[in-house]
């Protein structure tokens, strides 16, 4: 299974604010939409960063309730890496667990397409198991039926 047919199933819209956006409002609409991390976006589209729990946390640590007058330019990763839809789960995975990143930007040419998070990756593999789990299944009842 491609990232694309994740991204296709998960059928959302993408979340993304500009770098200037105050961390205050990337609280609040982490808490809205109930996800994990905010991706941010340069004017032209393209991904200049990502603000997630982790780094509102570090924030926090590091400024106290300042940190909400802060910018997502001020907290967020600059370095992170960023996957095309036509890679395989298999590499995200090991990307993700390498990088130790939760949530991976997807990235057509220099736009955004979309957001995967871990638990993207793994519903996908755990649907690919039971489908697997089910053919195997199905061929064994077939040869045993046969004998």
Not at 2 to 13: E, F, M, N, V, W
Not at 52 to 65: D, F, M, P, Q
Not at 94 to 104: A, E, G, K, P
Not at 131 to 147: I, Q
């Amino acid at each position: 299974m491609s990232l694309d047919q994740i991204l296709r199933r998960k059928a959302g819209r993408i979340i993304s604010r500009p770098p200037t956006t105050p961390v205050s409002e990337i609280v609040n609409l982490m808490r809205a939409e109930n996800i994990g991390a905010v991706v941010i976006v340069r004017i032209d589209g393209s991904v200049a960063g990502i603000v997630s729990e982790r780094e509102i946390v570090a924030a926090l640590n590091k400024h106290g309730s300042a940190a909400m007058q802060l910018f997502s330019r001020d907290i967020m990763i600059t370095d992170l890496p960023q996957v095309r839809p036509d890679e395989k789960i298999h590499n995200v995975m090991t990307m993700m667990t390498l990088s130790r990143m939760r949530h991976v930007p997807v990235v057509d040419g220099r736009n955004l397409v979309g957001v995967l998070s871990i638990g993207d990756i793994v519903a996908a593999r755990l649907d690919e198991t039971n489908m697997e789990n089910a053919v195997l299944r199905d061929m064994a009842l077939s040869h045993l039926a046969a004998a």
